[in-house]
């Protein structure tokens, strides 16, 4: 009965190459292939509901190099969600291979669960490395030279967080987290201590794309294919978030060598994205600065490095993941700036309402799932006392919604685009049928997840607290 808590990442695993292998072959015929997306988001569904009945479960595995507490049950569930919605949602006939397509994610979704459950620093790299390299074959899949430069700055995070985590073990003898955690429990924080961990989060900085580290990874999202985008936007920052948070949990005892440099990224992030994102007028682009604004919010959670605010974190990381990466699927091949998805609330209403959800929903709006994010991170720095902090992240939630609104003008009020353009509607109905409903589905999600927050939001507390956190 305990392996069964195993079973969401066997089926993940097992899937993924049973498309790869379908893909590789041509096993199944061409006129089958339109339900590979629906039978893989079940798949993944019947995994969720896996991972919620028996990740309950307390228990440790492969002589404790693996943990399933409650954030292992809260990140898992999270990341099986996002890429189930995420398949779901996507236009396929907008994608570069179908296999690849649906394989992907759910290596993404994979290497998440590895750095969730992860008990020492070698499972945490070996978490965040795998959803990395799934972003890199989907972004090389349409764009070669993208793939290439997104590989060279994944070498200089990676880089970055090897050292780190070196010097974090040479410092305290240890790989294994908690271990970690009651060594610096006793010891003084250092200079000696403090730069490797900046070097280590500079790297989880550039993984995650957050500014000003956002330079590197962003620009080939906007060049890669929609769910290659979510991947990159979405996905692998969900990963280096987790490892994050593992790690500002381990060095919970000694703040000042980590809680600096996530004051000023948060700050930088948090505005800096909201004005970014009022500034362009694209609609990928505008997605992708709203989210690192949002991100930035995550990190300020991080940054009263107390256990209300890193659970807050944790549940607004969930709402995040969900948006980032279902959004640029939703937005689909309306790549073309803004004249791309004029009227599109007149010709597709499921999937225009599904991209405004989820600008929305990265902005903070309220009623939806960022915005009760948001709000468990602004109560978290109002108790901390980072009142600056707070004035500078809800400035950065009014450029975000500007943004935002901006958006919905051109998706409702424009006139639609011409009859030539509709064409965009994908070749296979089934297939289109199906990310319509995947439309709707992220609709409900999006704008039910604050229905269900004050349970979602104990979760992510019991998650935080398995980790050690007061």
Sequence with gaps: ?????????????????????????????????????????????????????????????????????????????AALLIAAVAIATTDWAAEDSLYLGLAMPLVAAFGVMVAASAADMIGLWAGLELAAAAAVVMVSLRRPDLGLRLLVVGAVASSLVLIGLAFLYASTGNAD?????????????????????????????????????????????LGASPLGAGLVIGFVTVAAATVGIKLV??????????????????????????????????????????AVAQLGWVAAGLATHFRSGVAASLFLLAAFGVAATCGPALLGRAEAGETAI???????PARAAGLALAMLSLAGAPPLAGFFGELAVAAALAQSGNFVLLGLGMLGS???????????????????????RRGAVAALPAVTAFSTAGAVVFCVLIAGYGVFGYPILGLADQGAEALGLR
């Design 342 to 348: 004029a009227g599109l609330g007149v010709v597709r």
């Design 177 to 221: 987290l908690t271990a970690i955690r009651d060594v610096i429990a006793n010891r003084t924080p250092t200079l000696a201590l403090a730069i490797p961990m900046l070097l280590l989060l500079g790297g989880l900085a550039i993984r995650a794309g957050i500014a000003p580290f956002h330079v590197g990874p962003l620009p080939v999202g």
């Design 398 to 420: 009014v450029f975000s919604i500007a943004a935002a609104i901006s958006t919905l003008r051109v998706l409702y009020i424009q006139s639609p685009i011409e009859e030539a």
């Design 1 to 77: 009965m305990s392996y069964l808590v195993l079973l969401p990442e066997a089926l993940v695993v097992a899937t993924a190459m049973v498309a790869l292998l379908v893909g590789r072959l041509t096993l199944i015929p061409a006129a089958s292939r339109r339900y590979l997306a629906l039978v893989t988001a079940a798949i993944v569904i019947v995994a969720f509901g896996v991972e919620l009945w028996a990740g309950a479960a307390l228990t440790t595995y492969f002589g404790g190099a693996l943990v399933q507490d409650r954030f292992a049950l809260f990140a898992k569930a």
């Design 249 to 290: 949990a381990a060095l919970a005892p000694i703040p000042s060598v980590y809680a600096p440099y996530a004051y000023a990224i948060s700050a930088v992030a948090m505005v800096g994205g909201g004005a970014a994102a009022l500034a362009v007028r694209s609609p990928r682009p505008r997605m992708a600065y709203l």
